[in-house]
T-cell receptor, first 114, second 118 residues
Framework: DVKVTQSSRYLVKRTGEKVFLECVQD?????MFWYRQDPGLGLRLIYF???????EKGDIPEGYSVSREKKERFSLILESASTNQTSMYLC?????????????FGEGSRLTVL | AQKITQTQPGMFVQEKEAVTLDCTYD???????LFWYKQPSSGEMIFLIY??????QNATEGRYSLNFQKARKSANLVISASQLGDSAMYFC???????????????FGKGTKLTVNP
């Protein structure tokens, strides 16, 4: 089975802590994405990457950074967590342009910042 | 900028009836793709259907069909013969190429919560 794996399903952190959310895919996909999902706001794109060491800002990049040192791994970093970053974080990947368009999602990481 | 608009925060439908979930999009690209995802209360994202911008026929997958009206920039999801298990959040999304070596951007709408009543 194809798979996108997020390292932690649930995390509780304190304000000011540095937080790493890891995402690994085994489909050799070029494009990977980080979204946050909040009630009433849908999925909002934080950052995405189309190749190793390449990254692009999404619609809400403030307070976040990313790292893609290997093709299969895309990490989201909260340098100094704040309470307004409490959310569900979803990682996803998709293959090259075209095809069925299916985006593969991880199970999500629910982050609570106290 | 690419944008997806879902104007229905919530929809109700009787079991066995058909329902249409609205989605409009905004892009200046000629090549793009539109898709729908279902998210039940369990939280997983389930791929439903995909429509490419150059596809001439509307996409269909079982009870799901996508009513693609390119000139109006709409991509409504039609669910026929609703079932109780269709109760979930539904997200419309769009993928657009960015031109840098295969990079793509994917944006989602805010979602529509569908409730199927017995």
């Amino acid at each position: 089975d194809v798979k996108v794996t997020q390292s932690s399903r649930y995390l509780v952190k304190r304000t000011g802590e540095k937080v790493f959310l890891e995402c690994v895919q085994d489909m050799d996909h070029e494009n990977m994405f980080w979204y946050r999902q909040d009630p009433g706001l849908g999925l909002r794109l934080i950052y995405f990457s189309y190749d190793v060491k390449m990254k692009e800002k999404g619609d809400i990049p403030e307070g976040y950074s990313v790292s893609r040192e290997k093709k299969e791994r895309f990490s989201l970093i909260l340098e100094s967590a704040s309470t307004n970053q409490t959310s569900m974080y979803l990682c996803a990947s998709i293959g090259s342009r075209g095809g069925t368009g299916e985006l593969f999602f991880g199970e999500g990481s629910r982050l609570t910042v106290l | 900028a690419q944008k997806i608009t879902q104007t229905q925060p919530g929809m109700f439908v009787q079991e066995k009836e058909a329902v249409t979930l609205d989605c409009t999009y905004d892009t200046s690209d000629q090549s793009y793709g539109l898709f729908w995802y279902k998210q039940p209360s369990s939280g997983e994202m389930i791929f439903l259907i995909y429509q490419g911008s150059y596809d001439e026929q509307n996409a269909t997958e079982g009870r799901y069909s996508l009513n693609f009206q390119k000139a109006r920039k709409s991509a409504n999801l039609v669910i026929s013969a609703s079932q109780l298990g269709d109760s979930a959040m539904y997200f419309c999304a769009m993928r657009t190429p960015l031109g840098q070596g295969g990079s793509e951007k994917l944006v989602f709408g805010k979602g529509t919560k569908l409730t199927v009543n017995p």
